[in-house]
């Protein structure tokens, strides 16, 4: 149901929209979504926005209104996922968003013969267990590092695992039992397996008497060195217990602060799963000042939870609108009762201040690295003379080894800080080896290409990792391509390369200009030249190794595409086959004896 006119006409429209539960999508004259909400009665809510619409953040998304369209649902919960569902695909401007929307991560445990325990984040339609989920890969890794400590379950690539000839390093640091190489048998293999898995459900107390009784029975027999074996486990999963459990608490349950200053929310979540403190995450949602901080929490849980998994209880700082409503989706989703809770006491009281302590003290640091960042642009604004903020700046850096693999990167910056989303790299193919200012010059107009179309923001000044020769060429490379409203500098090496002696050079001025090594307006031109001159040196890397791998071996007569292969994926790289023998070599298939001599020989030098 639409109605569109360059002024709305809302009377109209409300005089025959529907009094059921649905969801309403506000548009703007260009079709441009605006909003996106829920009501238990259409009507009535739509209609509070033209009668009661109080707060300057809702006036003036109404005055941009230009049509309404609705979808009716059957129930106000299916509205709820219906919203939910569309905010995190479309984005509207005037939504509370979660700017970090990637999937939870997990532990997963693979269901081979010896499995294997690793980091997974995405669907879950590999066989196998998965353990979580986790707030944060950091949380994943620090968990998987303490089990490998105890229970030595192996955490190699398969592909790694399925070519190994010899125990690793992991094994001579006693960080895995070798399965690869037949040192440790199925059962006792499996013992540690057993072992980690009751500690992921969170039963680790099982584990330690279970070791503790083993480690007396070897103490009985005299066999000190595995009695002393099974006392450091139970030692290190004591120290675990202390660090990770929760006292009291024997289920699975999140708890949820957050706190507001100066216009900014943080929510501080903290996951306990099975009485271990899995860890906490800031979450930082972009809502207007004006949002009152019980929809700012309403509207978290809502894109936090819906259509991923929830435990069993949810305890808030504040209480949130439509708790009723979330806790009846939430218990449907997860086909058991989920409680959400604001009143608690006890030890739950002492996490919760907590947890409230730790959204307080990110948000203080955010608002603190906000205001650093705004002076530093204001600094470079006067330093450079500009007659504006620059909103928008975009730092490019050449990388190669001797002219070889050349790759320039682009980096974007924004008064919030890298945009990392939006960072690309260049494959420099058309440009002589070595020549840096023709490989710039490619760069910019493969992207400068994309900027005329309207596929990315023009940037408002353009850095350029180069001195007066090198911004000149890129003015040409811009000027042939009808791009003259952009501002740009370029940053030279100062005397003896040494950082804050830099030479900055605007261009369409003569001399060079050298700011005070305190300078804010220069740690910022630091931060995104040192940023682009990472990402391009990453990129060269990697493109440069990439095609070692491959080229070494086309060089070898006979050896074709299906063997380079064939090699690659037993040796698990380049780096293993050139450590393997010739009866190693040998030993792949469709290789004889007289070209595993001719590989080796080759990679060998001889």
């Not at 006392?231 to 706190?259: H, N, P, T, W």
Request: aromatic fraction near 8%; hydrophobic fraction near 35%; include cysteine.
């Amino acid at each position: 149901m639409s109605e569109e006119s360059s002024a709305f006409d809302h009377r109209a429209f409300l005089a025959r929209l529907t009094s059921r539960p649905g969801v309403y999508r506000m548009l703007d004259a260009n079709g441009d979504l605006l909003y996106v909400g829920k009501a238990k009665n259409l009507k009535r809510r739509v209609s509070s926005y033209f009668t009661r619409a109080n707060s300057r953040r809702i006036q003036l998304m109404v005055a941009q209104i230009a049509s309404i369209e609705t979808t009716v649902t059957n129930t106000e919960a299916e509205a709820l996922i219906l919203e939910n569902n569309l905010i995190k695909s479309l984005k509207p401007r005037y939504n509370i968003l979660l700017r970090d929307d990637k999937s939870y991560p997990y532990i997963y445990l693979s269901a081979d013969e010896f499995p294997r325990l690793s980091f997974h984040r995405g669907t879950r339609a590999a066989k196998g267990r998965y353990f979580g989920p986790y707030p944060s890969s950091g949380a994943v890794r620090e968990t998987l590092s303490l089990l490998q400590k105890v229970f030595p379950v192996r955490q190699c690539d398969e592909s790694y695992y399925r070519n190994r000839t010899r125990a690793c390093l992991q094994h001579q640091i006693k960080r895995c039992t070798a399965p690869c190489v037949g040192l440790i048998t199925k059962k006792d293999y499996q013992a540690d397996v057993d072992n980690t898995v009751r500690f992921l459900e969170g039963r680790a107390s099982e584990v330690i008497d279970d070791l503790t009784e083993q480690m007396d029975v070897a103490a009985k027999q005299l066999d000190y060195e595995t009695a002393a074996a099974f006392r450091d486990r139970v030692i290190s999963l004591r120290k675990i217990q202390e660090r990770q459990y929760v006292s009291g608490e024997k289920g699975d349950l999140d708890i949820i602060a957050a706190a507001s200053e100066a216009g900014k929310v943080c929510i501080q979540v903290f996951s306990i799963r099975g009485g271990r403190n899995l860890g906490n995450r800031s979450y930082f949602p972009r809502a207007s000042a004006e949002v009152p901080l019980e929809q700012v929490v309403s509207a978290f849980l809502a894109r936090h939870y819906i259509d991923r998994p929830v435990p069993s209880s949810l305890l808030v700082s504040v209480e949130p609108e439509d708790a009723e409503l979330l806790a009846e989706v939430f218990s449907q989703q997860a086909d058991r009762k989920v409680k959400i809770q604001s009143r608690v006491r006890g030890e739950r009281l002492r996490w919760m201040r907590l947890a409230q302590e730790n959204a307080k003290t990110a948000l203080a640091a955010r608002i603190a690295d906000r205001l650093g960042v705004r002076e530093r642009y204001e600094a470079l604004q006067d330093a450079l003379g500009l007659e504006e903020i620059p909103e928008r700046m975009e730092c490019y850096d050449i990388s190669h080894t001797s002219g070889e693999k050349t790759v320039a990167s682009c980096v974007v910056f924004d008064q919030q800080g890298p945009l990392t989303s939006e960072y690309r790299r260049f494959n420099i193919r058309t440009t002589d080896i070595g020549d840096d200012y023709a490989a710039m010059a490619e760069a910019i107009e493969r992207r400068f290409l994309r900027i005329r179309k309207g596929e990315i923001k023009m940037p408002d000044l353009l850095v350029i990792d180069g001195g007066k020769g090198q911004i000149s060429r890129v003015h040409e490379q811009l000027e042939s391509l009808g791009v003259g409203d952009v501002q740009l500098l370029g940053i030279a090496k100062g005397p003896d390369r040494k950082p804050g002696m830099e030479q900055l050079f605007l261009f369409g001025t003569e001399r060079p200009l050298i700011l005070n090594s305190a300078s804010p307006a220069l740690h910022l031109l630091q931060q995104i030249r040192d940023e682009a001159h990472r990402f391009a040196i990453a990129g060269h890397r990697q493109r440069r190794a990439k095609a070692r791998q491959q080229s070494v071996l086309e060089g070898i007569e006979g050896i074709g595409a299906g063997r380079r292969r064939d090699l690659l994926r037993h040796f698990g790289g380049l780096q293993e086959l050139e450590r393997a023998g010739v009866e190693d070599i040998e030993a792949v298939k469709g290789i004889s004896t007289a070209l595993a001599k001719r590989i080796y020989d080759y990679l060998h030098g001889d």
